[in-house]
């Protein structure tokens, strides 16, 4: 062979590459304090609007006096928005040019995001946005970026996009990924499970995808560049370490997926996951180890042959000893040339971006959150 | 053993200082006295209660399963038979909890199962939490409803359509599997600098000798000659012979069966006693003959629960618990179908019901 494979070169390495380092968390070089980490601070509801107002736990510059840290705002911010009805704080909590992301388009201006919160609040009553988890980086001068892994519930008591009421309950997986500073919202990445609120509202999404009139603003489909995973007749770039003479969080998942997506490196599998890890992933589905995970890759490769994966952003909270918390924003752009779960091939290229959050114990992904809104890429694939 | 009592709540785990106390009087409290409500105490709002049904999320989902079972079940009785706990750690790890728990009651009541039959019923399940400045942060319960079934007089067959019927009852997407990986000789990890044997790793090894290995033979060396298992479905199993058989039957239907231990931990009763607690996970293709129909090629997950009382590194005495029902139902559902271009959305092949032994 004339070449040498660097990834296969760097099979060695990887393999000994164990996220054990220091938590840089992408600010400063100090790990995140514990009583700043989500899993350690207030468990209850009640224990953060009893904290409201008291001693500022980290510097928020410009940020209401009643906030104490940047979880605190995530939490009690959605509440009074969301469950006590103040919609029109959006005011407050997001910049007069806010853009929202989804996979149904952008959405942008606070007006918009209020609409949209009303026309949730109108389907679904009582909704209730539970924080399962609030992962967090940066500081109140470049700004702070934040992922809110939710768990939603609510009756479908009136009309929504999905159709007239169906009296059913539901409950769904949702991430909010924002970037804020001086109490303001700037942008957001919003990806809903909406295919599990279709399935539990017991509607075939044929049905609710004709019905649907669509994103804010329509994909744009008639001007397209190819999916670029290699330069001309090159191959996939290699994953340079940033921190290549220790083992670091950072390094462990973005050489990985890299290696796994572009490369198609399906043995990377092993090296990212332990045998018996968790994965939730979209419409509900439970996976189950190794296999599973590997399942999932394929399936969205072979619908989509020439996919690219990019990582957009990525940072954790956590340490060795109690495991990494991450948060990972990410972007798949490939054409549907191929068959499987989201129908026959329409040779559609389609952008999907997708949210995932893993926990990394010894070395090893044991439970992830992994989500992509599927029927939105339903109707971007033969809708639209 | 926890780190002081949690903002304003009156009752927590771990208050009186013995976490098997507090959970022995939470479902006393909660079951047998009715004051669900309590529940608010206990179990914090963002808490996910994973059931064979589903998760659940915090403690409104839960006092409402609570009151669909004592609707159905008003004379209903819960007692707590053994909690097994992992001791605090940290703040952020908190402690976990496995408490074995059995209710009876007469189904006089309109339940899940449909209107009331008059009949005496038993339940049994393993539930395990986890912990965090007193409160239940998340929880797995393992249940044997299958014994609700039976003792209702209700056949597998005719419940089926109700369960798939039953909105909740949410059956995940069946339609990305994978292959079976597992390290089948690769042992799990022993601490050999340990002098002292640890009873965690010799039973993780011992199990996966057993089960992963296909080493029937050891099943003598793990459980003592007089062992008695309580297994799933009220299958009560005692000695080598039917110890064997059990997993010898399993095997048959699931021929590529893995088994993980997901979680375990114990206590130690001093003279070489403990009572040890473990979640765990089988996957494996319904590619066999067995009770529950087919062979239907579907590559399934069960999960379960299992206490074990251990007497000179034998197993004397164990509880197993996982749901039968569930099994069925995924085993038999029909296929999520997105194939939207098709026409016919979820309108895939339904699983024959009629091979469903009874």
């Known amino acids: 062979m004339a070449e040498t494979n660097d990834v296969v070169e760097n099979e060695r390495q990887v393999a000994t590459r164990k996220p054990d380092a220091p938590a840089t968390n992408g600010r400063t070089d100090e790990a995140t304090p514990t009583e700043l980490d989500f899993r350690a601070s207030r468990i209850d509801f009640l224990d953060y609007e009893a904290g409201a107002g008291g001693e500022r736990r980290q510097s928020l510059r410009g940020f209401e006096d009643h906030y104490t840290d940047i979880i605190d705002y995530i939490v009690r911010c959605t509440h009074r928005m969301w469950e006590e009805g103040g919609v029109g704080l959006l005011y407050e909590y997001y910049s007069h040019n806010a853009v929202v992301w989804s996979d149904w388009g952008q959405s942008y201006g606070r007006d918009q995001t209020i609409e949209y919160v009303v026309q949730r609040m109108a389907g679904f009553p009582n909704l209730r946005i539970y924080a399962n988890d609030v992962i967090w980086a940066g500081d109140d001068v470049q700004g702070f970026r934040t992922c809110h892994r939710i768990t939603q519930t609510g009756h479908n008591w009136g009309y929504s996009k999905y159709g007239p009421p169906t009296n059913r309950p539901t409950q769904s997986t949702c991430f909010a990924n924002c970037v804020m500073r001086e109490n303001r919202i700037y942008e957001e990445w919003l990806v809903v499970d909406e295919m599990t609120v279709v399935r539990q509202l017991g509607l075939d999404p044929d049905a609710v995808l004709r019905g649907i009139a669509g994103g804010v603003l329509p994909p744009n489909i008639d001007i397209v560049g190819e999916s670029v995973k290699a330069r001309g007749q090159g191959r996939p770039d290699t994953y340079v370490p940033r921190n290549p003479d220790q083992p670091d969080v950072e390094d462990f998942l973005r050489s990985n997926l890299h290696e796994l997506w572009n490369w198609r490196m399906l043995n990377r599998i092993s090296d990212l996951y332990a045998p018996n890890c968790v994965i939730h992933a979209p419409s509900g589905r439970e996976l189950y180890g190794l296999g599973d995970a590997k399942a999932l890759v394929v399936a969205l490769m072979a619908s989509f042959p020439d996919a690219r994966f990019e990582v957009d952003d990525l940072y954790w909270n956590g340490d060795e000893r109690m495991g990494y918390r991450t948060a990972v924003r990410w972007s798949l752009t490939g054409t549907h040339r191929g068959v499987g779960i989201w129908g026959k091939p329409t040779g559609r290229p389609v952008h999907i971006i997708g949210t995932t959050s893993h926990i990394i114990r010894d070395g090893k992904i044991v439970e992830e959150w992994t989500l992509f809104n599927e029927l939105a890429l339903l109707w971007k694939l033969h809708y639209a | ?358």
Not at chain 2, 122 to 136: H, K
Not at chain 2, 145 to 159: A, F, H, P, R
């Open chain 2, 1 to 358: 053993m926890i780190d002081g009592q949690p903002g304003s709540r009156s009752r927590w785990l771990g208050a009186s200082g013995d976490i098997a106390h507090d959970i022995r009087e939470m479902v006393d409290d909660v079951w047998n006295r009715k004051n669900v409500g309590l529940f608010h105490d206990y179990v914090a709002p963002t808490a996910i209660v994973h059931t064979s049904t589903g998760d659940r999320i915090g403690p409104d989902a839960t006092i409402a399963d609570v009151f669909r079972t004592l609707a159905g079940f008003p004379d209903l009785r819960t007692t707590v038979h053994d909690v097994i706990w992992r001791p605090f750690e940290s703040r952020q790890a908190g402690c976990s909890a496995s408490f074995r728990w059995s209710w009876s009651g007469h189904n006089t009541g309109y339940s899940i199962y449909g209107p009331p039959t008059g009949r005496l019923v038993t339940a049994t399940g393993i539930t395990t939490l986890s912990i965090r400045q007193g409160m239940i942060v998340e929880a797995w319960i393992a249940a044997d409803t299958s014994t609700i079934v039976e003792g209702l007089g209700i056949g597998t067959t005719t419940l089926l359509p109700a369960l798939r019927a039953n909105r909740l009852t949410h059956i995940p997407a069946a339609d990305i599997v994978g292959e079976i990986i597992s390290p089948l000789m690769e042992s799990p990890q022993v601490d050999s600098g340990n002098a002292a044997p640890d009873v965690g790793a010799s039973l993780r090894q011992r199990l996966h000798d057993i089960w992963n290995r296909r080493l029937l033979g050891t099943i003598a060396d793990l459980y003592a000659p007089s062992c008695h298992r309580h297994g799933t479905g009220g299958r009560e199993r005692q000695g080598h012979h039917e110890l064997t058989h059990d997993t010898v039957a399993l095997l048959a239907t699931f021929p590529d069966l893995r088994l993980f231990i997901d979680d375990l931990f114990w206590v130690d009763e001093g003279n070489a006693r403990y009572r040890a607690a473990m979640r765990w996970s089988i996957i494996g293709t319904h590619d066999g003959p067995g009770v529950w129909g087919g062979p239907t090629g579907r590559r399934i997950r069960i999960t379960g629960a299992t206490h074990q009382h251990i007497r000179h590194d034998q197993i004397v005495e164990e509880w197993v618990v996982w749901d039968e029902l569930s099994l069925l139902a995924r085993l038999h559902v029909p296929l999520m179908d997105l194939s939207v271009d098709d026409g016919d959305t979820g309108d895939a092949p339904v699983g024959d019901d009629s091979t469903i032994d009874e």
